[in-house]
């Protein structure tokens, strides 16, 4: 069964720094590629980041130079530093298992780590 823990979210002024971390079990985590995705109040679920089992990384262009996806693969476990932080990342962010540029939510997610930008 997979299983995806999402922590690391909580309150933070504009322009502070948050790092994500997201410990998964259940699958073969260094051949899985894995993605960040999050859902502001409101809207759908957005892709955020991917990164392959290989470190490749790709971004969506509002995080592009303010995040930064990474992976242990001694801990199982994917990271998502979140710099420069603006009102407009409030949302909670998920984990996924998967190359997930096109989020849904029959893919497989943690639960949710919530992060609020805000003065």
């Known amino acids: 069964e997979v299983q995806l823990v999402e922590s690391g979210g909580g309150l933070v002024q504009p322009g502070g720094s948050l790092r994500l971390s997201c410990v998964a079990s259940?699958?073969?985590?260094?051949?899985?590629?894995m993605t960040w995705a999050r859902q502001a109040p409101g809207k759908g679920l957005e892709w955020v980041s991917s990164?392959?089992?290989?470190?490749?990384?790709t971004y969506a262009d509002d995080v592009k130079g303010r995040f930064t996806i990474s992976r242990d693969y001694a801990k199982n476990t994917v990271y998502l530093q979140m710099n420069s932080l603006k009102p407009e990342d409030t949302a909670v962010y998920y984990c996924?298992?998967?190359?997930?540029?096109?989020?849904?939510?029959?893919?497989?997610w943690g639960q949710g780590t919530q992060v609020t930008v805000s003065s």
């Open positions: 990164i392959t089992s290989g470190h490749g990384t």
């Open positions: 996924g298992k998967g190359w997930l540029t096109r989020p849904s939510r029959s893919d497989d």
């Open positions: 259940g699958f073969p985590f260094s051949s899985s590629a």
